[in-house]
């Protein structure tokens, strides 16, 4: 297998160095970790699936438009990295405006949006909310059921979206990313079932 040609340009190097800069001061919610580490992990998920160098530059930036600036911000990724990389990112993007609508209408508009969004759209979603709900998973079992108020939709709402994601996902795509989403959701409803303890308990 030959080396000499780069996989990724300087256009994934430049967007890492924008998505690092937008999100400097923002973390994960509810931790001290720093929000680009989603913004990577989302990516490399995008490329382990298949996705290529403007799938995975949409993943680093997927949520720049929702948290760093609105429109403004969309159309600076569009001079900067081109059409195809706008629309990805807009595709992934449940709100654009301050204060945002209310939780419960922003997320059953984004369900509706999936079912008609394209199968490139779809990758990067699908790899957010499923690194989205590895931590929540992870967390979950540390934590119990003190990890909910940090969630705007709170403990049902909250469990009732990821369902509806998987099932969303494993219905208009069915691949292996859809499938580890369902997976991973499965596991946090079984824990939720049983009103899961502090792993320290």
Not at 80 to 109: I, M, N, S, Y
Not at 128 to 134: E, M, P, S, T, V
Not at 159 to 174: N, P, S, V
Request: glycine share 8%; with cysteine; hydrophobic share 40%.
């Amino acid at each position: 297998m030959q080396n000499d040609v780069p996989l990724l340009s300087e256009r994934f190097e430049a967007a890492l160095l924008l998505a690092a800069r937008l999100h400097a001061r923002q973390t994960r919610k509810g931790t001290g970790v720093p929000y680009v580490s989603h913004l990577m992990a989302v990516a490399a998920l995008v490329l382990e699936h298949g996705g290529g160098e403007d799938d995975a530059i949409a993943a680093l930036l997927h949520d720049a438009v929702e948290d760093q600036g609105g429109r403004p911000t969309l159309e600076l990724i569009r001079q900067q990295f081109g059409e195809t990389v706008a629309h990805l990112v807009e595709g992934c993007t449940d709100a654009d405006t301050l204060p945002k609508p209310p939780w419960a209408e922003r997320k059953q508009r984004y369900l509706e949006h999936l079912r008609q969004a394209d199968a490139r759209v779809r990758r990067v979603s699908c790899a957010d909310k499923l690194h989205n709900a590895r931590c929540v998973l992870a967390d979950y079992r540390e934590q119990g059921e003190a990890l909910w108020p940090r969630f705007n939709g709170g403990r049902e709402p909250t469990l009732w979206y990821y369902r509806e994601l998987a099932q969303t996902f494993m219905r208009l795509d069915g691949n292996a990313l859809a499938q580890e989403l369902a997976r991973t959701v499965g596991q946090l409803d079984e824990l939720a079932a049983r009103g899961a303890p502090p792993a320290s308990a």
